[in-house]
Nanobody
Framework: QVQLVESGGGLVQPGGSLRLSCAAS????????MGWYRQAPGKQRELVAR???????TYKDSVKGRFTISRDNAKNTVYLQMNSLKPEDTAVYYC?????????????WGQGTQVTVSS
């Protein structure tokens, strides 16, 4: 009933930039938190950035000052602007959202988009 569709991943050289987008669609009453997680090979999935419904943002320490999360609530979309990318940012990036459908709150994930930082 609810889908999160990501776009914007790819291959970039160190120091480069990418912008990820994630659009939520379906039977959406309202959206609470939206955020981005990442998972590198052999590692656990970790929070990269989160934008809460009240406007508060949270970032993983290693991306502060380089990544910016933003939301367009009219489009049910969250973005992640990634600048000054480093090889250690290489991972599959997943969009996540806490979404109310009618009277139920659910946790939803996108399919993931690969980000590779390499020269």
């Amino acid at each position: 009933q609810v889908q999160l569709v990501e776009s914007g991943g790819g291959l970039v050289q160190p120091g480069g930039s990418l912008r990820l987008s994630c659009a939520a669609s379906g039977n959406i009453f309202s959206i609470n938190n939206m955020g981005w997680y990442r998972q590198a090979p052999g590692k656990q999935r970790e929070l990269v950035a989160r934008a809460e419904g009240v406007g508060t943002t949270t970032y993983k320490d290693s991306v502060k000052g380089r990544f910016t999360i933003s939301r367009d609530n009219a489009k049910n979309t969250v973005y992640l602007q990634m600048n000054s990318l480093k090889p250690e940012d290489t991972a599959v990036y997943y969009c996540h959202a806490d979404i109310y459908t009618s009277a139920e709150l659910g946790s939803y994930w996108g399919q993931g988009t690969q980000v590779t930082v390499s020269s």
